[in-house]
């Protein structure tokens, strides 16, 4: 299986990388390639050329400023999972990292990669639409940031331009005072992608729930913010009975079905695992 | 266009021009005679082209021969020392870690990374380490006692 020809080039900067792309509209960027090459192999997809940015490293690594995390586009799922200030600022997801694929898969696969591919199966896009993150791009016209929640727009479809580089993505930090967060998933036992993914984040007050945020990965075309407008969960003691009730009144229309599993299997899924997404993340905070 | 590349495998510095869309697999096996990483799936399930890249395992099979250069790397011809196994291929020989051997390349390297961030890994431990290696001979158990053998009497 080898793929169509193509031309090769490897970027040194992000502007480089920028500007490569404006010169040639056949080009796609080749992070840690474990989407894209699968797709040249299938000749799904046959670019002209690829604008290699593995050797990026202004976009990678982890650093804590100002309370936020930043996340460099090109870390690793396992520089992610292992990742100490992930793990105590944003477990979540420290732990979806740690779930993707297999060791192998997670020495290659970057966090920008996996969400410019935006497969519904992948696990990290809920988790950054559960915690609030912000995608930092970089294109022609200069930087520009998108929320989360509005960077999936489709089946591996996204709000990026295709001129656009993704730097960094900032995340709030989410485990202060009172804050909790869970990742669980339900795997696909031959490839490891998510049949069902369930993010949820909690904010206790004494015996409160100030706030809870909870998306889906594997359940819909496009991840599922299950609670964009604000949570049912607010201002109640988000006790099991709650945590049950309100994910029981959860609608979740147009669900994916497929060979793996049917849509109303991943809805059962999506209902059993937020539930005990959400008791896990409240127990944490 | 060939692209040239320099890397280092085994301990030994090669210059080539390669084809962009070679695989680094196909690179190690066809290019450089190195045919002990095996292809399996070529899909990235199975595990058996794993090697290491810059200390870490990878799948040979999906990534490209453009994207090692500069690299260093260690495939399973690299392990033993003056004719001398390394303790992983010597515990898999000790305790029965292969049967059609078609896998182990590909196991003992992914072990090899693990041993090498852990020297005592517990079972659990070795299990998900070895989770994108599959083996359609073993049953798993005895290469998992090759790997905690390895550990045990480690280097
Ligand atoms: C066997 C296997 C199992 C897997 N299991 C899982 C799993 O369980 N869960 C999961 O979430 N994922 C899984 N994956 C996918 C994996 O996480 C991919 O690594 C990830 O989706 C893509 O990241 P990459 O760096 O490899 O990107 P690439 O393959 O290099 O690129 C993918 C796409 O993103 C674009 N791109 C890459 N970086 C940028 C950037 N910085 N800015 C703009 N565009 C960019 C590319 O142009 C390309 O279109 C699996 C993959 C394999 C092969
Ligand atoms: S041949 Fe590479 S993973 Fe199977
Ligand atoms: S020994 Fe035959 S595949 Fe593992």
Redesign the interface.
Known sequence: ????????V?ATSAQEAVDLLAQNADSVL?AG??SL??M??LRLTHPAR?I?I?RVDEIRGVCEKDSTLRVGSLTTH?EIASSEIVQSQCRFLAEAAGKI?????R??GTIGGNIAHADPASDLPAVLVAVGATVHLLGPDGNRSIAAGDFFTGLLTTAKAPGEIITEIEIPACCEEGFGCAYLKVEHP???YAVCGAAARVKMDGGTCAAASLAFNGVTPVVFNAWSDGSPLAGGPADDAAIDAAIDELAIDEPMGDIHASGEYRVALARAYGKRALKAARDRS | MGVRINLEVNGESYEREVEPRQLLVYFLREELGLTGTNVGCETSLCGACTILVDGQAIKACTQLAVQADGSSITTIEGLATNGDYHPLQQAFWDCHGLQCGFCTPGMIMAAADLLQRDSSPSETEVRQALKGNLCRCTGYHNIVRSVMTAAEGGS
């Open positions: 299986m080898y793929p169509a020809d193509f031309d090769y490897r080749l390639g474990h090459i699968p040249l192999k690829l290699d593995g396992n694929g297999d060791p192998q898969v020495n290659k031959a490839s490891g």
